[in-house]
C-alpha cells in the first residue's frame, strides 16, 4: 500500500499551483500570456544559477562564489571589448577565467579540504575583490559596440519564446544530460549520498568535486553572460546583493537536500516557478520590495515546516556536520 | 665518558614535554594564535599609532561588538548548527533600542531589558524551528535572516526620520556608547565579564558540556538522555541575546539605524568563527578561539581601511588571508595526532649491569627448573586477564577480567565461577582490608572498594596535582597494586602517568621514571602523592615490621623499601636491583618471607637498546607499533625472597605450556595461586612444607580463620 506521504518537492509544487491559481483567479493581469513571459524571463537567471548551485549541492557541497562567477568574467568580457580587444578574445579570456576560478574553488575543497561554504565564501570575495581592485574602471560595466548582436544573447524571442527562456531551458537540458546520462553524473550523485562510500568505491572524488565547480563557475559565467546581455551592461555590484541567498532558495525549496545526492533539474525548475511566481504576483499587486521579502520569507517558512511536519527528521538518522 | 654524556643529556633535558604540550588541547588554537600575532605584527609595522591607547580602544570597541556576535555563533556552531540570522538580528534590535529610547522616550534600564528580550525572541524564533521542529539550520536561519531584514527594511521607512530627529542626551546611555573605566571601553569589560562566564559555562559547566557532546554526535547525546531540543533551542535563543547586547552597544555608540545596518554581517561572523579555529558541523570550539578569530578579522579589515586600501584590495587580502588560514589550520587539526603520535614516546637512558644467571647448569637461586609444570589450572578458558588472584576467609578465589568485572570462583573445587561485581575498567591489584572490603586498583579508573555484598564505591580517582607537570597527572591513570597498612592507609602504585591502560607496554621502551606511589587514607578520604618519579612502580607489600613497604619498580628491575613511619620516615631503601626480568606483585608467604612474580625476563637487546635512548627514539617515529622492541612480558617466574634481599627459591615452567606468565601469585592454605595478565587461566601450585593454616590477610589483620 503506498502510504499518502508528500515530499518537499512535491509540497513546494503544490504551494506553486495554489499560488498560482490564487493569482490567477484574484489577480487581474496575472494569468496573461504577455506576463507568463515576463515572469519566466525575470527568473531565468535565477534559474540558470539555481541549476549551478544543484550540481555542487547534490555533490554535498555549497558554492557562495556563484554571484562572483556571475559577475565577474562577464564584466570583463564587456570590459576587454570596450578596451578594444575583439570579442571571441575576450569571451575566451572570461572561459578561462572562469575555469581557472572553479579549479581554485575545486582544489581548495577536493584537496584542501577547506569546508565548502567557507571556501567558496573566501574565493567569491577573492575575485569580487580582483574585478573591483584590476579589473573593471566603474562598478557597472557599459555595453560597447563591439558587443553588438551579442545582446541577443538575452534580448529578443527565438520562434516566440524570449531568449533568456530559451537559455534557461538549453541550460536545463545541458546539466540533466551531465547530471542523468552521463557517468560524471552518477559519481556526482555517489558522493554526495556519500562520499566515505564512494571514495572507498573507487570513484574518484578528488577529481570530481573539482569538476563540480569548474561546471558551477562555468554556468554562472553564462548566466552572468545572459544577464549582461539582457539588461545591456554588467552591474558588477550585483555580488552585494542577497542573490545568492534566493539562489540556495531555489535550489533548497524545490527539494534538493543540503545533505546531498537527492534531486535534480525538476527541483530547480519548480523551486524557481514558485519564486517567480510569488515575485510576480507581489508585483502586480504593488508590494514594495521589502514587503515582498517579507512575504516571501514567511512563505517559504510555512513550506519548509510544513516539510518538516510531513517528513520529520531524527536524532536516530540525522547525519553528522548536516546543517 | 659517552654514556655518561648520554645518561646527563637524557636525565636533564626534559623530552617528554613536547609531546605533553603538543597533546593539550589548546594547542589546537595555536595556528590563529600565530596568525593573529603575525597580522597584529605586520599593521603594528606599517601603520602609525596602531598600537596607541586611543587606537586599542577604538579597536576594543568594535571587537567587543563583533564578539558578543562571534560568541553567540560559537555557540551555535558547537551545538552543530549554524545562525545566519545574526545580521539581520542585529539589526532589528538596534532599530527596537533606539526607537524605544528616542520615539517612546522609555527609561535606558527598560530600553536595555526590552532590547535583550527582543533578541531572545528573535533568538528563540530560530531555536523553536530548529530545535524543536528540527529544521535544517542553515535553510532556517537563512530564511529568518531575509524576514527579519525585511521587517527592519520595513520599520525603517517609517520610523528612522524620527529616530534621527532625537538627540537623546543620557549619561547612562553616552555610558554605554562612548565610557570607558580606566580606559577600558566599557563594552569590552562587559565582553571580558561574559567571554570569562562563557569559558568557565563551556568547559566546567554541565550545560556547556551537554552542548560540546550534542555538537560532537547529536545522536548519542539523544540516546545519553540528553534534552537535545532543549539545549539547541537554547543555543540560538543565547545567539540572540548575545547579538541584541552587541546592537545596545552598537546603537548607544552610533545612534542611527541605516539601512544596511549588520548587512554582510553573517558573513564576518562566521569567518572569524571558522578562522578562530571553531569546526563548522559542531562539537569543537572555545570562548578562546572565538576571540582570537575576531581580532583576526577586525585587525585586517581595520589595518586595510586605515591604509587607504581600495575596496577590491581590502577584499582580496582578506579572502586571501582567510584562505591560507584555513588551509593551514585544517592540515595542523587533521595531522596533530598524527605528529603527537610521533613526538609522544620520548625514551631515556637507563642503564643496567649484565642480569644475574637463569640458565641451567649456572647454579644460583634463579636456577630454572619445571616446579611449575603441571599445575592445576582454575577456569581455564572461562576467565581473561586474571592480573591479580586473591582468596577470602572462606577459601573463595577471587579474580579480575578483562572485561571489567571482579570474578569468584567458589571453594572447595572452584569449578563454579560467578560475577562477584561489576566496575567496568580492568581490576588490577586487590587487598582485604579488616571489615573484608576488597579493595582494587582499577587501570584507567582509580581506586574502588568492595563491600563484601558486592556493592561498588570509588575510594579515590585523584591525587594532588604536581607543581611542574604538563600533563594533567592528578586524575589516576593506571593504579597498579596496593596494600593496606594497620593504620588504615592503602599504599597504591600508579605505574605510569604518560600512558593509558592500553598501551603500557610502551612505558617500557621510555624507562623514565613515570610511576608514583599514592597513598589513600581509609579514616580522611584524603589521598596524596607519596613518592614519584618511579620506574612503572607495580607491586606494593606492607614489610613485616609495619613501618615500611616494599614495591616493586618494573622496569627499575628493583625491588624497594619506603619507609612511611618511624625513625626512617620517608626514605627509600634499595632491597634488591639488577633482578634478571621485570618484578611485578609482592606478595607475604607463610614463612614470613616474600613472593615476587617476574612478568617477564630481561633480554639482552632490551638491555641494550635501553642504554640508546635515540635508536628508541627513532624506532618509534619510524617502526610502526606491532614492530618495536618491547620488554618481554611472556614467560616469567615466581620467586620467595626474605627482608635482606636474599632470593631464596624460584619457581619456573620452562615447557611454557600450562603458567609460563605470572603477574602475580597469592599463597593460601598452602596452595599458592597465580595470576596474569594476558592468561585465561589461574594456577594452583601445591607448596611443599608451608603452612597449611596460612590465609595472608587473616594473619595480617590477627583474624582466626
Redesign the interface.
Known sequence: MKRLRFNQQEIVFAVFAVLFLAFSIFLRGFLTPENMLTLLQNVAVLGILGLAMAIVVIGRGIDISLIAALAVPPGLVLQMVQNGHSLPASLLTAVLLTIAFGLVNGW?IAY????S???T??????L???????LFQLDVVQWSDGMKGFERLGQGTILGIPTSIVMFAIACVVVAFLLRQTRWGAYIYAIGDNPYAARVTGIPSRPIIVLQYVVAALIGCFAGLVMAASVNSMPTRVF?S?LI?DV??VV?LGGIG?SGGRGGVLNVIIGTLLIGTMLNGMTIMDI???????V???V??LA??TD??LN?????T?Q???? | MRDTLTSLRYRYWPDHLLGEILSKRWTETAIPVILLLIVGFALSRSIDHFLSPSSLADTARQAGEIGFIGLGMALVVIV???DLSVGSIFALTDFCALYLLDVLNWPVPAVVVATLACGALLGAVNGV?IGY????????T??????Y???F??LI?RYSNSIAAAFPDIPSWNFIGGGDVFGIPSVALVYVAIAIFGHIFMTRLRPGWHITAIGG???SA?NSGIP?RRTIALCYVASGVLTSIAALFFAARLGTVGGDIGV?LE?IV??AT?LGGIT???GKGSVAKSLVGVLIVLLITNGLTTLNA???????????I??VA??VD??WQ?NRTRIISKVYVAPTYHALPPPPATEIGQGGPFEQNDKLRDVELIGLGRIEAPEDVILDRNNNLYAGSRHGDIMRFFAPDYQRMEVFAHIGGQPLGMAFDRQDNLYVCIGGMGLYRIKPDGTVEKATDETNRSMHSVNDDSRLRLADDLDITDDGLIFFSEATVRYEMDEWPIDGLEARGNGRIICYDTKTGATHTALRGLKFPNGICVASDGQSILFAETFGCSIKRLWFAGPKKGQVEVVMDNLPGYPDNINLASDGNYWLALVGMRSPSLDLAWKMPGFRRRMAKRVPVDEWLFPNINTGCVVKFNEQGKILESFWDLRGENHPMITSMREHRGYLYLGGIMNNRIGRYKLENADPNFVQYDKRWGKLS
Open positions: 581548495l584542501a579540504e577547506v569546508p561554504l567557507f571556501a565564501l573566501a574565493t567569491g570575495l577573492l569580487a575583490g580582483l574585478g573591483q581592485a584590476a552585494n542577497t541567498y540556495i532558495l533548497v543540503l514594495s520590495y521589502a514587503g515582498q521579502n517579507l516571501k520569507g514567511v517559504l517558512l519548509v515546516i518538516s511536519f520529520p527528521r531524527n536524532e536516530e540525522a553528522q556536520g548536516d546543517i | 552543530g548548527g549554524i524551528l521542529l528540527r529544521l535544517r539550520a542553515f535553510i532556517t537563512l530564511i529568518t535572516l531575509i524576514i531584514r525585511s521587517a527594511d520595513l521607512q554526535s547529536r545522536r539523544y537535545v554582510g558573513v562566521l569567518t571558522v563548522l558541523g559542531g581600495r575596496g577590491g584590495i581590502n577584499r582580496m587580502a582578506l579572502a586571501g582567510l584562505l584555513a588551509m585544517i592540515r587533521k
